[in-house]
């Protein structure tokens, strides 16, 4: 029987299920053009309502995987891994992990947003340092990854384009918030791009977009099943996200903390290192390269060692990107005009600092974008002095704000004021793994 | 504050109440063509799910009603009236009910759709009488209506826009089918055309938009509230549509019949001319002309006494349509090359004529439409000799089927036998009134 939009939405609206095959031929008309955008949205909102089912959801999301290029890696070089990490604020993970992996003898190569939020995307981060390109052909791109072991390059248009137009569907109809919307929009993006071991960073807490850990552990599950059931390794990792995960929140500022990462010139808690340890020997784990506890250790030798800056270098400078920004980053990336201080004004612990708050502010100051065409400021941004649960005294500086006066100082001061919260008893504050 | 359409989708998606203010920007924005169709298709599917308050219907309907040209009649002329009928099957009402309200002393001035549907609507049935314009410019349309009382004129563009947009996506969203959304469509078009009585005939049964009275009664009453708060006198009449209410359905069929019964050529019982008798006696008693049973026999007078016949003549006149169909509708409207006559197979009484069944019949012989474009065969359709309720002898002509071979005579005669189920107990009829 010929396949009518109209039953089709239906179905959906009437909370019953869809055969694969429909899922199909619904992408194959959307990405065609033969399906109009307002059906759609129609489906998309009986989706929100009235869910997808496991079937519905893979069918989803191997059909807008392969409803573009899929990326295919040679089998016989090292093994090709992925990880994506569902938004946060001050997200600079990819660019010490996709280093990190290359040194351990695995295959990274991201396509990564430019993203719409509080912060730029890892493109946009990239692009502080001058000479930086990430328009790159896929011969270009494929043989950066395979010389190197990493490689960023921005998002391939003619990948996943069904995802593309339902996800910007999705943004203006108030029909993001579905999980396996979520997951099957993910998974897509991650099986076209080719990786055989995947692992997720699912950021649970105020500053991310999950809020809560149920909601975060049932994503993930998803995603795994997803994953499994298209023939990829799959494993998620829950990570807290109520605060910023690095100092440095804004584009070249977090270049700067990721180059500082990977001199290994930051202390062994800090929540970066942390978290791009975990995920590189996770992912090494998964290809079977040891177990966890000796790949963790061979992260930390990798980055201890130099191995991982190595690999950093070798990637910007194969990306065209000025090597020097290495040896100094402070001359080498752009500078925001003016650096307000932030002083506490009482003696305590610091209990919260409110990552939301941090983000939007960031965005605010030019550090991000509001609608698709704004033009990214990556000199300015937060960069935080101290983290939840440390000892603060009176006049010690929280952060400092890089601006160049997009929003006036008065406004930034009280917003960065009012993002921490100093109390008088040492608070407990959650690990950074859940 | 600025309206954000994503906002206005969510706050649906959210079970939340729209402000009035809200709903007529929305409204504005769609027509301007400054809201996208997707987004409107997202909130309409967000309504199927969450409903609308009636604060919300109200607000709906208004800014629907004004967002085109809204017809003002002079005041000092007989009351103006209007009818609505929720679509059903061989509904010929109309044809009767305007000439006879012009003859009680009141105004109708109806604006037709031609009906995606069964049979062709109002206009398509009036079409059938050679001649016969429905594209009259504002000015013709008024100088009809005032000087015969009665005049029948396509859909005028430029009226309820707004409402325009809705339907058509509702009927590509799967969003039709929802009380205010139905309620504000219907209402925001008879607000629009301006008459200050308006009875609104809901129909109930296999045949009708309506499956059950329940449903149909809450419509009524959501129309009736609407109308009122309007500023308008608002009455329902719900009517039994299991079995096709005129024996004809079929474009000049209809036509046929309707004459015939303003030639008060049918018996007292015939549905048709009940049921026209009842509406326009409870419009004359809407406008105060009488009691009930007053304007009751008004009503009757008028047909016996030829005066609705005389307006009818008028208007064919008026509008250019051709007056011999009157003395001799025969001749003059379109024949069908082939008559194909269904007898019954068993003695008994007929226990119902399935109006869906025959409605559906009818549009592949080519009498109806099944997209917007296709043209309309007058000359089809179907004659019902027997009504549910009556006797039936072995052999008895039960219906004749008008056909010029759109499909096989073979599939139609096995669907119109179909419809007929003859039992051999006389089977307890519902009244036409509920």
Redesign the interface.
């Known amino acids: 029987m010929a396949f009518d939009?109209?039953?089709f939405?239906?179905t959906k609206?009437d909370g019953m299920k869809h055969r694969p095959k429909e899922i199909q031929e619904f992408i194959r008309l959307l990405v065609s053009g033969d399906l109009?955008?307002?059906?759609?949205?129609?489906?998309?909102?009986?989706v929100?309502?009235n869910g997808l089912a496991f079937s519905e959801t893979l069918a989803l999301t191997q059909a807008m995987a392969t409803s573009g290029k899929v990326y295919k890696w040679d089998t016989d070089g090292p093994p090709v891994v992925d990880k994506h990490s569902t938004g946060g604020v001050g997200d600079t993970v990819t660019l010490v992990v996709a280093p990190l992996v290359a040194a351990m003898g695995m295959r990274m190569g991201k396509h990564s947003g430019r993203g719409l939020g509080h912060t730029g995307g890892t493109i946009d981060k990239l692009e502080s340092i001058p000479g930086f390109r990430t328009s790159l052909t896929e011969k270009e791109f494929r043989k950066i990854v395979n010389r190197v072991g990493c490689g960023v390059a921005g998002q391939d248009k003619s990948m996943t384009p069904a995802d593309g137009i339902l996800y910007s569907?999705r943004d203006?109809?108030?029909?993001v918030d579905q999980e396996a919307l979520i997951a099957s929009s993910i998974m897509s993006k991650k099986l076209a791009g080719g990786a055989m071991h995947i692992l997720l960073e699912v950021k649970v807490g105020s500053g991310a977009f999950m809020k809560d850990p149920e909601s975060a552990r049932s994503l993930s599950k998803l995603m795994i099943r997803l994953g499994m059931a298209s023939g990829r390794n799959v494993r998620t990792v829950l990570s807290s996200m109520s605060s910023p995960l690095g100092r440095a929140v804004g584009n070249a500022l977090e270049v700067r903390e990721a180059i500082k990462v990977l001199k290994n010139d930051t202390p062994d808690d800090d929540p970066l290192k942390r978290i791009a340890i975990e995920i590189a020997a996770r992912l090494a784990s998964m290809c079977g390269f040891g177990k966890i506890h000796q790949t963790r250790s061979r992260a930390r030798s990798c980055l201890a060692g130099g191995a991982a800056l190595s690999r950093f270098r070798d990637m910007v400078s194969a990306q065209g990107g000025d090597e020097a920004v290495i040896d100094q980053p402070e001359k080498i990336l752009p500078h925001a005009g003016k650096i307000l201080e932030i002083p506490s004004t009482s003696n305590g612990f610091l209990k919260t600092c409110n990552a939301l708050i941090i983000g939007e502010l960031v965005r605010d100051l030019g550090g991000g974008r509001k609608s698709k065409n704004d033009v990214i400021d990556s000199s300015v941004g937060i960069l935080i002095h101290s983290r939840p649960g440390m000892k603060v005294g009176s006049g010690d500086v929280l952060c400092e704000i890089h601006t160049n006066g997009r929003i006036s100082n008065s406004e930034a001061v009280q917003r960065a004021e009012s993002a921490f919260k100093v109390v008088s008893r040492k608070p407990e504050i959650p690990d950074l793994f859940i």
Chains 1, 2 share one sequence.
């Open positions: 939009p109209i039953e939405i239906e609206k109009p955008e307002y059906q759609a949205a129609a489906w998309l909102m009986a929100i309502f569907l203006v109809t108030s029909t």
